[in-house]
T-cell receptor, first 113, second 114 residues
């Protein structure tokens, strides 16, 4: 299995509070991604990174920010959590722009009450 | 932009029966196609992928899929399912000019009954 660790695995937070999710990889892959999974929508891309300090928006980026200060860590921050951000969040990594496979972490279940 | 439609949200099937999970996509450019499986409380695991060449692709756990360009489909099949195949299955596409960014379908929950 690819070395991807997401933390925390479960979190309950209150509306309006900031939340940071962490993705840590030991594969030295250049590309990292954050997806959210919701019933009926599959997985949707929030943000991705193509190198240290290089990030870009995905399909559903509103309300989220990311940072990548080291190759191995990719942080997802909800600046002010809302109930619509209750979801399961997955981190993924891939080796290169044309790499043929993305590897996924175990997911973080976030509940905003 | 790409889109993926998985036509069935749930597929119940008896053990040892054949199964087909349907996937259709739309894209203005050529694509690469993937099927992922998600077991309960786990991340996604790659089942198989089509990049080029033979349109019939074989994957892990006895699954296979066939790329049909004219029908823009990439249906997943298994001739005989096991209880352990119960999981959610996701079809995904990546445009050949989109790096490794995947567009996923909504998922199909395969429920294998004894």
């Amino acid at each position: 299995d690819a070395g991807i660790t997401q933390s925390p695995r479960h979190k309950v937070t209150e509306t309006g509070t900031p939340v940071t999710l962490r993705c840590h990889q030991t594969e030295n892959h250049r590309y990292m991604y954050w997806y959210r999974q919701d019933p009926g929508h599959g997985l949707r891309l929030i943000h991705y990174s193509y190198g240290v300090k290089d990030t870009d928006k995905g399909e559903v980026s509103d309300g989220y920010s990311v940072s990548r200060s080291k190759t191995e860590d990719f942080l997802l921050t909800l600046e002010s959590a809302t109930s619509s951000q209750t979801s399961v969040y997955f981190c993924a990594i891939s080796e290169s722009y044309s790499g043929t496979e993305a590897f996924f972490g175990q997911g973080t279940r976030l509940t905003v009450v | 932009a790409q889109s993926v439609t998985q036509l069935d949200s749930q597929v119940p099937v008896f053990e040892e029966a054949p199964v087909e999970l349907r996937c259709n996509y739309s894209s203005s450019v050529s694509v690469y196609l993937f099927w992922y499986v998600q077991y309960p409380n786990q991340g996604l695991q790659l089942l198989l992928k089509y990049l080029s060449g033979s349109t019939l692709v074989k994957g892990i756990n006895g699954f296979e899929a066939e790329f049909n360009k004219s029908q823009t489909s990439f249906h997943l099949r298994k001739p005989s399912v096991h209880i352990s195949d119960t999981a959610e299955y996701f079809c995904a596409v990546r445009a050949n000019n989109a790096g490794n960014m995947l567009t996923f379908g909504g998922g199909t929950r395969l429920m294998v009954k004894p």
